[in-house]
């Protein structure tokens, strides 16, 4: 973070170790056979990149701009369901919609395009600008609770975000709503990842990386331009911001509406990777899996943020499965049980906030041009954790 | 030195929460001068600075920038008009590096820095050598010199200090008051509030001294240097 200069080598490290990864992506989709290890790998990769997103952007509020908002979880939910509303097909409506008259939105973003430009294209294009007017809807919520909201402080916001949060979700169960929002029935039959594909080529895996690469690649621009210095001088100290000229009102809206389109994206995704989607799950505890993560990875690092999610989801989704089976490298032990992963994962939690108290990453980043230093200096270490990005 | 008015207050009062910080104070800055204000604790200096500054709201009066009335204005308008503060304490941004630091002082302007950036590193050779660091790693006299040089980075017509010298070694505060000087002779014309009246009163053109939020004595600097009274209450009569 420190060298502002460009390294080119850096530059071109990091452009191979991600062409390395999305050709990996592809070929995990298409030619690798699926066993139980990829079985279990896909799922945690998919679900790594979109929190990834959703961290990355929660950091942008919380870790770059130091406002405390709890919401995150909500503006996840609204973009999910954005998604999920404008790209379930017509003729799935009378089945989705069953109690609610086949609803009130008849037509399909995905559908109409396929019928244009043909059925790989549409499902592609369509869902991405299914996923565009997921992020706008809950940037647009963004601004309009920002207005009361960010003239408070400190924990009043975070009470305040997380209350607006919850309310939202109990609306969008509301049996009123229903025509749009399926109540509290779940929505599907939207283009889900597995429509993603050209031709016969699977691009389940590789599509929420690209946009989540995409989007965090915009986050990390934002926050190194003159923005992002503002955003940052505003968590370091507001009256001496203030003083500068800094526009706290504006500056801080602007964080809260860019990490609110952002978390929509995520949500969007989230909601592709479901196949699926229901308001219950994005409770307040979704908020804080996401505030853990950014915590664990180092609040004010994006590269702490991916990492953390990566491990976050692997662990509560695969290497820590084996405490709820009751058996391990095939011996019973009486201690395993369902639920007892939990109790390990809290004290893992609690380990690293004791010792690790500035998570994984503090506030340093990885940096290909750092790797690439370290490299022409003396060992080859690689960059394990580097893909992240 | 011209007579020109850049900065008039006029009647200016501060309230905090129903508490009268100050009480209808009226003062001009002449373009090219440093001026400063002196007074004990809760004489109401730092609250006309944050008035004039438009961080707090004055409760009335008004304050008048180059014939223009700017109070009510936002910090950013005043701050793009060209009056800065380098405000008490220092409140530089601890995260961010010295550079960062001083090119948020920059915020308002979108034109070239590099000029600029050059003329504060050489009145802070310091903070040119400890460029990259954080500002929170720096030590108290280089955390001032960041202050100064981050008001200073904002090209100010008119630029406020509140208490440079609080917290800080003699030399250290004997320096920052040539590097106050200097910046004077460039043109920049400074408004200096301070409690170490010995030394504001000896760099100062003209000085008011504040009591409970009202202005009691005003003079050039020698004059009150000379005065009983001051000599008295703020500068402890010794000889």
């Known amino acids: 973070m420190l060298t502002e200069k460009k390294d080119k080598t850096g530059l071109f490290i990091g452009a191979v170790c991600l062409a390395v990864l999305y050709v990996f992506l592809i070929l995990l989709d298409n030619v690798i056979p699926q066993n139980s290890f990829t079985l279990l790998l896909v799922p945690v990769l998919k679900k790594g990149a979109i929190y990834s997103l959703v961290c990355v952007s929660m950091n942008l509020l919380n870790g770059f701009t130091g406002l405390f908002s709890l919401g995150q979880a909500g503006f996840m939910m609204l973009g999910g369901y954005a998604y999920a509303i404008f790209s379930i097909p017509k003729d799935q409506h009378a089945a989705v919609y069953q109690y609610f008259d086949g609803g009130l939105i008849q037509f399909s973003i995905p559908e109409a395009l396929s019928n244009v430009l043909g059925e790989s294209a549409g499902a592609i294009i369509g869902s991405i600008i299914c996923i565009m007017i997921a992020g706008i809807v809950a940037a647009a919520f963004a601004a309009l609770i920002g207005i009361p909201v960010l003239r408070l402080k400190s924990d009043y916001l975070a009470i305040a975000t997380l209350g607006f949060a919850e309310i939202l979700r109990a609306i969008f169960q509301w049996s009123g709503l229903g025509p749009i929002t399926n109540g509290s029935n779940l929505l599907r039959k939207y283009t889900s990842l597995s429509a993603i594909k050209i031709g016969s080529l699977k691009l389940a895996t590789f599509f929420p990386f690209f946009i989540a690469g995409i989007s965090i690649a915009l986050i990390v621009l934002l926050i190194n331009s003159s923005y992002g210095r503002a955003f940052k001088a505003i968590r370091d100290d507001e009256i001496a911001a203030e003083a500068m000229g800094i526009n706290l009102f504006r500056h801080k809206m602007l964080s809260f509406v860019i990490s609110s389109f952002f978390a929509g994206v995520g949500g969007a995704l989230l909601a592709m990777f479901q196949t699926t989607i229901q308001a219950t799950p994005f409770k307040s505890a979704m908020t804080y899996e996401l505030l853990l993560i950014v915590v664990i990875g180092g609040i004010g690092s994006i590269s702490g943020s991916c990492i953390g999610a990566f491990l976050f989801i692997a662990c509560n989704e695969w290497w820590l499965r084996f405490l709820d089976n009751g058996s391990f490298m095939g011996m019973s032990v009486p201690f395993f049980r369902d639920g007892f992963r939990k109790v390990v994962f809290s004290v893992i939690i609690m380990v690293i906030v004791l010792f690790f108290s500035k998570g994984i990453m503090g506030d340093r980043e990885i940096s290909f041009a750092g790797l690439a230093r370290r490299i022409r200096g003396s060992k080859p270490s690689g960059g394990k954790e580097a893909p992240a990005k | ?239």
Do not use: C
């Open chain 2, 1 to 239: 030195m011209s007579s020109d008015v850049i900065l008039s207050i006029k009647d200016l009062k501060v309230n905090y929460g129903g508490i009268e910080a100050v009480k209808g104070i009226s003062f001009d800055v002449r373009q090219g001068e440093i001026v400063t204000l002196i007074g004990a604790n809760g004489a109401g200096k730092s609250s006309t600075l944050r008035a004039i500054a438009g961080i707090v709201k004055a409760a009335s009066g008004s304050v008048e920038y180059a014939g223009d009335v700017i109070t009510g204005k936002s910090p950013s308008a005043i701050v793009q008009r060209g009056i800065t503060m380098a405000p008490e304490g220092r409140k530089i941004f601890p995260d961010l590096t010295v550079e960062e630091n001083l090119k948020i002082g920059a915020y308002t302007r979108s034109d070239d820095l590099t000029a600029d950036l050059a003329w504060v590193y050489e009145l802070f050779p310091r903070l040119k050598e400890r460029s990259w660091q954080a500002g929170g790693t720096l030590s108290g006299g280089e955390q001032q010199m960041l202050a100064v040089g981050r008001a200073l980075m904002a090209k100010p017509k008119v630029m406020m200090l509140d208490e440079p010298s609080l917290g800080l070694a003699p030399l250290i505060v004997k320096n920052i008051f040539e590097i106050i000087k200097t910046i004077n002779e460039n043109g920049v014309t400074v408004l200096l509030v301070e409690q170490n009246a010995n030394m504001a009163l000896k760099v100062a053109h003209r000085a008011y001294v504040l009591e409970t939020g009202r202005i009691t004595k005003s003079g050039t600097g020698s004059e009150l240097l000379a005065d009983e009274a001051i000599k008295e209450a703020y500068l402890g009569k010794q000889k």
